[in-house]
């Protein structure tokens, strides 16, 4: 009797069988999904690595400019960035993404030893470039300009 009874019911109004219960259960991953009052996806923790277009529009709409300090690309040119690295366990929770123009996307992936993090408000990061910046024409071996004198031109 117990395996007819209805187990669950759907958001069309419609009851699931148990049978049907049982076999999502068996053939399905569990996804944790945190939706705003309207219904839009704002958490997904690791279930999945992009951001929803829901998270895209909060996060635009929390920073101004990519999230780190000093640079000025506005977030809606930037790509949606996860304050820890995915592929280090970061999650896709709205409260750690954030706009990253993508050179500052790339580089905090490549060396995150080079920013800290810091939080700007209740639920807003934002990063620090700690590292010494160096410009095109600087050898990384010596520090020294590596195409010679740098002649800027002069304005007249």
Not at 19 to 25: K, N, P, Q, V
Request: hydrophobic fraction near 35%; proline fraction near 5%; charged fraction near 25%.
């Amino acid at each position: 009797m117990d395996r007819l009874v209805p187990g669950l019911l759907l958001a069309t109004g419609h009851l699931l069988p148990v049978r049907e219960i049982h076999r999502l259960a068996r053939t399905s991953s569990l996804v944790r999904l945190v939706m705003d009052a309207d219904g839009q996806v704002l958490d997904m923790g690791r279930a999945v690595r992009l951001a929803t277009k829901a998270q895209r529009k909060a996060a635009f709409a929390r920073y101004a400019t990519c999230w780190v300090q000093g640079c000025p690309l506005p977030a809606t040119m930037c790509q949606i960035d996860h304050a820890d690295n995915w592929s280090d366990g970061g999650r896709t929770d709205l409260r750690l993404l954030g706009p990253a123009c993508q050179f500052h996307n790339r580089d905090r992936y490549r060396r995150p030893h080079l920013y800290q993090r810091r939080k700007t408000g209740k639920d807003r990061l934002a990063f620090t470039y700690t590292g010494t910046h160096t410009s095109r024409n600087t050898d990384r071996n010596t520090g020294r300009n590596a195409g010679g004198p740098i002649n800027h031109p002069t304005r007249t």
